[in-house]
């Protein structure tokens, strides 16, 4: 069974740039593509990005184009979430999701595995 664990959060200055990382556990985890949501206070949870399990797709939100960039690496089982020119209204929980198909993770439907989430502020 595959686990997430998010780490990387914190406080950051308009801006500024942070990296998220998603580590994963679990055999069968090379299977898995991975998402980043993001839930603000008092906001419905939105999609962030998407990497295919075999890193050839990578889809992200439009608010987030040319900003993120997320990455995986297949030795560590970790997928990153490169963050620069951070602003306020980026300020939320991030949450790493996995399952075996994309599309779930690109229309946030009945994905498999979630993490516990990191909180990301943006605030000067």
């Known amino acids: 069974q595959v686990q997430l664990v998010e780490s990387g959060g914190g406080l950051v200055l308009p801006g500024g740039s942070l990296t998220l990382s998603c580590a994963a556990s679990?055999?069968?985890?090379?299977?898995?593509?991975v998402g980043w949501f993001r839930q603000a206070p008092g906001k419905d949870r939105e999609f962030v990005g998407a990497?295919?399990?075999?890193?050839?797709?990578?889809e992200y939100a439009d608010p987030v184009k040319g900003r993120f960039t997320m990455s995986r690496d297949s030795i560590t089982n970790t997928v990153y979430l490169q963050m620069n020119s951070l602003q306020p209204e980026d300020t939320a929980v991030y949450l790493c999701?996995?399952?075996?198909?994309?599309?779930?993770?690109?229309?946030?439907?009945?994905?498999?595995?979630w993490g516990q989430g990191t909180l990301v502020t943006v605030s000067s």
């Open positions: 999701a996995a399952d075996q198909e994309l599309w779930r993770l690109l229309r946030d439907h009945d994905i498999e595995v």
């Open positions: 990497i295919s399990w075999d890193r050839i797709s990578t």
């Open positions: 679990g055999r069968t985890f090379s299977s898995y593509s």
